[in-house]
């Protein structure tokens, strides 16, 4: 059985309900984690080190991919030196969620105070500094992620591919695509099938109610059940025997 979940967001509880029906003990079974682990919830830290053990604990079983907010998390502590980057950094993590969960309520209490005294810049480098010295393993494990997963017949990514590059498409892709393209080829047919997180199944599937992993009838699954708002993690299952797909929204 190959497993998918994405866009875990800082939501620990929803993370561990989704994971109580997965089940990797066969010693065969995947876990494909497709992206954007951080920001908005309150638990991004307890969510990165969820999967570092759960990658310990099933060696080989458990593959984490990249989102565009790996990708971010990346650029701001790169970008430490750049004050244009102060704004950014405090606008891109909603409510500081983020590095509240990475820096604990005590060094967190001093950011706080920096920012009301307007000192934005001495907030963003104090909150890398403390990020860098006291989980540098989890930088650097979020900086060894890979982009996507392949199986003979899917491609597993965070956002997309670019499907017009064909049998290329892993070297027509640029990058930035894999973690944050735009759903370009809703219904169409591709040799794989794609799954891919990043955008809510209520928003590709043009019905704001829709809350379960959504097929578009071609060669696209889409498994973001926005658990930020819905307090869910979805999980597609598919079986490699029998060549089926199943899971919430799927029959
Ligand atoms: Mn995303």
């Not at 920001?39 to 307890?46: A, H, K, T, V």
């Not at 967190?108 to 393993?137: G, I, T």
């Amino acid at each position: 059985m190959i497993y998918a979940m994405s866009d875990i967001h800082g939501c620990i509880a929803p993370l561990n309900a989704a994971l109580e029906t997965v089940n990797l003990r066969d010693g065969r079974s995947k876990l494909i984690l497709l992206g954007d682990y951080c920001d908005r919830g309150p638990d991004s830290l307890q969510v990165y080190e969820r999967i570092m053990r759960l990658q310990e604990e099933y060696p080989g079983q458990v593959v984490a991919l990249r989102g565009n907010h790996e990708e971010m998390l990346l650029e701001y502590c790169d970008m430490v030196a750049d004050p244009d980057y102060a704004r950014a950094w405090m606008l891109a993590d909603s409510g500081l969620a983020t590095t509240k969960s990475f820096l604990g309520a005590k060094a967190f209490q001093q950011v706080v105070h920096m920012l009301k005294l307007r000192r934005f810049e001495d907030a963003y480098r104090f909150s890398v500094e403390r990020m860098k010295a006291d989980h540098a393993d989890i930088l650097s494990w979020i900086r060894g992620l890979p982009y996507y997963y392949e199986t003979p017949t899917q491609v597993f990514v965070h956002a997309g591919i670019d499907e017009d590059a064909g049998d290329l498409w892993m070297i027509g892709t640029p990058p930035e695509y894999f973690t944050a393209m735009m759903p370009d080829y809703v219904g169409r047919h591709f040799d794989l099938d794609v799954i891919a997180g990043h955008i809510a199944t209520e928003t590709i599937s043009g019905i704001p109610s829709y809350r379960g992993i959504w097929h578009d009838g071609a060669s696209h699954y889409y498994v973001d059940g926005n658990v930020v708002e819905n307090g869910h993690v979805l999980v597609l299952r598919y079986d490699e025997a029998t060549g089926r797909y199943s899971g919430e929204g799927l029959e």
